[in-house]
């Protein structure tokens, strides 16, 4: 199955690394127009050094009305990929402290908000549909322990999913949510590679092993494409079976 992105407009956020890169790459590959957004300038001009046909948006998602101010100066989209998100390391959920929840939702929920409101206008007013892909987590689905933050935006973010899928379903504009489990970023393999807590996650997980980046970018790049067309409202777990293990 090739994707075909020829002349589309998509809007990444997290675009600088892991994830949100590989897909940056994968819209590239054939023609899409990319508007990747970062939070770090540094990370964002290694971007556009790298791949200078993407339109860099500088700007920190927990920001709610800098982030619109740059986002009302864009065209409309054809894509959107909400892929930016903010994790601390392990917490007790009766010690998570405001800040953290507050980061933690601010920009894992409120800012994939914030961007489907302003883009999503756009996309209504422009009238050629599209598709927004949410990057949600397993833990969306079921928490895992000390991550109160994290699991909470997460499950919060794949009701949104399905909210704006009935409510944008008119226009033509379908939302989905991918939920992948560890993926094997530089982040990934940091906090979770030789930890006990990895090993006891890839025990559990019937494939024996995490995810690899390009096994999350092609669900993202079928929800962003045209294979999709039917797809609304749906949340995809890419977790190598582990949710179907009930000694998680």
Not at 84 to 90: E, L
Not at 135 to 144: D, L, R
Not at 177 to 187: C, E
Request: proline fraction near 4%; charge should be neutral; hydrophobic fraction near 40%.
């Amino acid at each position: 199955m090739a994707f075909k992105f020829s002349g589309k407009r998509i809007f990444i956020t997290g675009a600088t690394r892991g994830i949100g890169r590989a897909v940056v790459d994968g819209v590239r590959k054939t023609g899409g127009i990319v508007y990747g957004l970062g939070s770090n300038k540094e990370l964002l001009n290694k971007l556009v050094e790298e791949c200078p046909d993407v339109t860099p948006v500088h700007v920190d998602l927990s920001d709610w009305d800098a982030t619109r101010k740059e986002l009302e100066k864009l065209p409309a989209m054809d894509g959107i990929v909400n892929n930016a998100a903010y994790s601390v390391g392990w917490e007790s959920s009766l010690d998570a402290s405001k800040e953290v929840l507050d980061k933690t939702l601010n920009i894992n929920l409120m800012g994939a908000i914030n961007v489907i409101q302003v883009l999503g206008k756009k996309m209504v007013e422009a009238g050629n549909g599209g598709s927004i892909v949410n990057i949600s987590s397993i833990n969306g689905i079921k928490p895992m322990r000390e991550t109160l933050a994290y699991s909470v935006s997460k499950a919060a973010l794949d009701m949104v999913t399905k909210q704006y899928a009935i409510e944008l379903g008119p226009h033509n504009i379908r939302v989905n949510s991918v939920n992948p489990t560890v993926v094997l970023t530089d982040m990934g393999r940091e906090h979770w590679g030789d930890s006990q807590r990895g090993t006891k996650l890839i025990d559990a997980t019937p494939l024996g092993r995490f995810c690899k980046v390009h096994e999350a970018v092609n669900p993202i790049l079928y929800l962003l494409s045209d294979y999709s067309s039917m797809v609304t409202g749906t949340i995809n777990p890419v977790e190598g079976g582990l949710l179907s293990n009930i000694n998680v």
